[in-house]
């Protein structure tokens, strides 16, 4: 008789390129991952730390070198880790899968902490801490006016600056081109990064620039990912409730009820105002758009486009760039509140295929539940229960 094969979860971690010597891979209690979108990856890993046997040797990137002769306890100077292995700034990699297939490579990142502990009573730990390079957009300040730069240009110089290689979706360059365009010849603000940004972080002003055209980023290796539309559309994964989802907690939110985001606008030439409407029409899924008079969206607009309107702001029209600029805050707020309206919190057997940004089908939770949901951030977890994924999902109505 076939036996029938069996799968062990398992990881690999690297630091400097070389795997962790055996003797500190077999004291790693656990090792955590986190995945998400617009800040760095982080994972931990937490080590066992036995006669206090990994803080024989200096860590450097402490920021001082102690002073040597001091007596850290009956260990043989065989037993410590190699010089250099728990240092800062150490480039740190993790690949996960299951035995005997290969493993998948998931972070590839640096050693941006140590935490050591010291209990009264049981085993010292040790911990290391490593962040995708995406924090280094979070290491300082900048000064810089950027004039009339495009979006995309500042992002790509601020990706640069860190030594990281811009990737923009042409969506986002073309619409910030665009508006560059429009702020040039009408004489609007150009993005700067100093007066009323000043003290900002190049993670700051990527965040902004993101929120502007209602996009995400991202670190893969030395690639800085800036995009609306590059990301996945089809289900990478099927997880069915009482197989590979373990539980699933779904929640409708109150701020789906918003259908329709609006703006009050007041040209200065001449006494008018106008309320400008974009909402979602459930029926026949498109977005729609409603232009009435301000004296008009008094009475409301809920009848118009069948559910709530949230109007955000009165604004006075200088230019055609404060129009641009506002039709942009508009979608990106409609879309905020629309793919608010599901979400919810999972837990499932481990798989290197939930990701953050990815699709994922889930089955066997009635008709209103078993959904395509979009992975909003996702945590991957190795201790002694085994590997374990959880996070957050959302279904999407507008991508």
Same mark, same amino acid.
């Given at each position: 008789?076939?036996?029938?094969?069996?799968?062990?979860?398992?990881?690999?971690?690297?630091?400097?390129?070389?795997?962790?010597?055996?003797?500190?891979?077999?004291?790693?209690?656990?090792?955590?991952?986190?995945?998400?979108?617009?800040?760095?990856?982080?994972?931990?890993?937490?080590?066992?730390?036995?006669?206090?046997?990994?803080?024989?040797?200096?860590?450097?990137?402490?920021?001082?070198?102690?002073?040597?002769?001091?007596?850290?306890?009956?260990?043989?100077?065989?037993?410590?880790?190699?010089?250099?292995?728990?240092?800062?700034?150490?480039?740190?990699?993790?690949?996960?899968?299951?035995?005997?297939?290969?493993?998948?490579?998931?972070?590839? %990142?640096? @050693?941006? #902490? $140590?935490?050591?502990? +010291?209990?009264?009573?049981?085993? &010292?730990?040790?911990? *290391? =801490?490593?962040?995708?390079?995406?924090?280094?957009?979070?290491?300082?300040?900048?000064?810089?006016?950027?004039?009339?730069?495009?979006?995309?240009?500042?992002?790509?110089?601020?990706?640069?600056?860190?030594?990281?290689?811009?990737?923009?979706?042409?969506?986002?360059?073309?619409?910030?081109?665009?508006?560059?365009?429009?702020?040039?010849?009408?004489?609007?603000?150009?993005?700067?990064?100093?007066?009323?940004?000043?003290?900002?972080?190049?993670?700051?002003?990527?965040?902004?620039?993101?929120?502007?055209?209602?996009?995400?980023?991202?670190?893969?290796?030395?690639?800085?990912?800036?995009?609306?539309?590059?990301?996945?559309?089809?289900?990478?994964?099927?997880?069915?409730?009482?197989?590979?989802?373990?539980?699933?907690?779904?929640?409708?939110?109150?701020? %789906?009820? @918003?259908? #329709? $985001?609006?703006?009050? +606008?007041?040209?200065?030439?001449? &006494?008018?105002?106008? *309320? =400008?409407?974009?909402?979602?029409?459930?029926?026949?899924?498109?977005?729609?758009?409603?232009?009435?008079?301000?004296?008009?969206?008094?009475?409301?607009?809920?009848?118009?486009?069948?559910?709530?309107?949230?109007?955000?702001?009165?604004?006075?029209?200088?230019?055609?760039?404060?129009?641009?600029?506002?039709?942009?805050?508009?979608?990106?707020?409609?879309?905020?509140?629309?793919?608010?309206?599901?979400?919810?919190?999972?837990?499932?057997?481990?798989?290197?295929?939930?990701?953050?940004?990815?699709?994922?089908?889930?089955?066997?939770?009635?008709?209103?539940?078993?959904?395509?949901?979009?992975?909003?951030?996702?945590?991957?977890?190795?201790?002694?229960?085994?590997?374990?994924?959880?996070?957050?999902?959302?279904?999407?109505?507008?991508?």
């Amino acid at each position: 008789m076939i036996p029938h094969p069996r799968y062990v979860p398992d990881y690999e971690v690297r630091i400097n390129g070389d795997p962790l010597p055996a003797a500190v891979r077999s004291t790693i209690a656990s090792v955590r991952y986190e995945d998400g979108r617009n800040a760095a990856d982080r994972v931990e890993i937490e080590l066992g730390n036995p006669d206090l046997r990994w803080l024989q040797r200096h860590i450097r990137g402490l920021g001082f070198r102690p002073p040597s002769g001091f007596d850290i306890g009956p260990v043989r100077v065989a037993q410590a880790a190699p010089e250099g292995t728990f240092d800062l700034d150490n480039s740190l990699t993790l690949a996960l899968g299951y035995r005997p297939g290969p493993l998948e490579a998931m972070f590839d %990142g640096e @050693v941006t #902490g $140590v935490e050591a502990s +010291f209990p009264s009573g049981g085993m &010292p730990t040790l911990r *290391l =801490v490593a962040h995708d390079k995406l924090n280094r957009l979070s290491r300082g300040t900048g000064a810089v006016a950027f004039g009339f730069l495009p979006d995309f240009l500042v992002a790509s110089i601020a990706a640069a600056k860190n030594f990281l290689i811009p990737a923009i979706d042409p969506a986002v360059i073309g619409a910030s081109t665009a508006l560059a365009a429009i702020n040039l010849i009408f004489g609007g603000a150009g993005l700067q990064q100093a007066g009323q940004l000043d003290g900002m972080t190049d993670l700051e002003l990527m965040t902004m620039i993101a929120t502007k055209y209602g996009a995400d980023f991202w670190v893969e290796g030395d690639v800085l990912y800036l995009s609306r539309f590059i990301k996945e559309y089809d289900p990478s994964v099927t997880l069915k409730w009482g197989e590979s989802l373990v539980d699933f907690s779904p929640r409708i939110s109150n701020v %789906g009820q @918003v259908a #329709g $985001v609006g703006y009050r +606008f007041t040209l200065r030439e001449v &006494p008018l105002s106008f *309320l =400008v409407t974009v909402y979602w029409d459930f029926d026949r899924e498109t977005l729609g758009l409603s232009v009435i008079p301000g004296a008009a969206a008094k009475a409301g607009v809920e009848g118009t486009i069948g559910g709530k309107s949230l109007t955000r702001v009165d604004r006075p029209v200088a230019s055609p760039a404060d129009v641009v600029s506002s039709a942009l805050e508009i979608e990106h707020e409609l879309r905020t509140k629309l793919n608010g309206r599901l979400t919810g919190s999972f837990t499932a057997v481990g798989d290197p295929r939930i990701r953050a940004g990815a699709i994922v089908r889930l089955e066997g939770l009635g008709p209103d539940f078993s959904l395509d949901y979009r992975v909003a951030s996702a945590s991957h977890s190795f201790d002694g229960g085994g590997w374990v994924t959880s996070g957050q999902l959302y279904k999407e109505i507008i991508p």
